[in-house]
């Protein structure tokens, strides 16, 4: 079995692949202070749940917006899985061409989910993440990463808004009935959820303009579900695209295909 591990500024997403299948999928939490040792013993406990064990994995791939924590993820996968993980970078092929002025700026997570969009859902397109950052790239119709914004993410607009105005308090990330809010809370929501909304349809008309043609918008990330159900510009949703990715480069890598 495939052990993908994708490493977020807050979460760290893993899934183990039995073939294609995805078997199963679990979201940790990023801390650099937490040691291999440490994050082994959860994994074993998820692991156990789904009837499996460190035993099973016999192949494993790591990419990571988070450089510190990839030797971290390295040395349990070699302590515990008894297997030396591929790690996404320089000199990896991912199937992505990167058309950026400087290609090793962009992120391992970006490539990741280009690759994957593309090679399941065809292009051109844009790829929408909603994680720590929220990222919309552009993909060519032949595969090339052609670059993208990057805004701050939802959960960092929130807690801005809770740290930076004394009188506004943290608020949970959901759909307020109304766009006017009729007390604090809903108009916090109210400015968040539709607020986002906004900024996704103004982008991706911009980006659309310039890829031309048509082209299918492809969501992720933690926040994808809110956001996707208040706009008609997000054609697919799709959960796992990050874990799927990592899966297909490690069979380019690997020679499974």
Known sequence: MLLAI??????????????????????????????????????????TLEGLSFSDIDEAIISSSVPPMVTTLEELCERYCKVTPLVVGTGIKTGVRISLDNPRE???DRVVNAAAAHRLYGGPLIVIDFGTATTLDAVSA????????????????ADALFERAAK?????????????????????????????VGL???????MRKELGGKVRVIATGGLASVIAKETDVIDVLDPDLTLVGLRLIHELNSGHQ
């Open 6 to 47: 994708d490493i977020g500024n807050t979460t760290i997403a893993l899934g183990v692949f039995q073939g294609e299948k995805l078997k199963a999928t679990w979201r940790l939490s990023t801390d650099v202070h937490k040691l291999a040792d440490e994050y082994a013993a959860i994994l074993l406990n998820l692991l």
């Open 106 to 108: 962009v992120g391992a």
């Open 142 to 157: 032949d595969g090339g990463y052609l670059g993208g914004a990057i805004a701050p993410g939802i959960g960092i607009s």
């Open 168 to 196: 506004l308090p943290r608020v949970e990330l959901t759909r307020p009935k109304k766009a006017i809010g009729r007390n604090t809370v809903a108009a916090m929501q109210s400015g968040i959820i539709f607020g986002y």
């Open 200 to 206: 996704i349809e103004g982008i991706v008309v911009r």
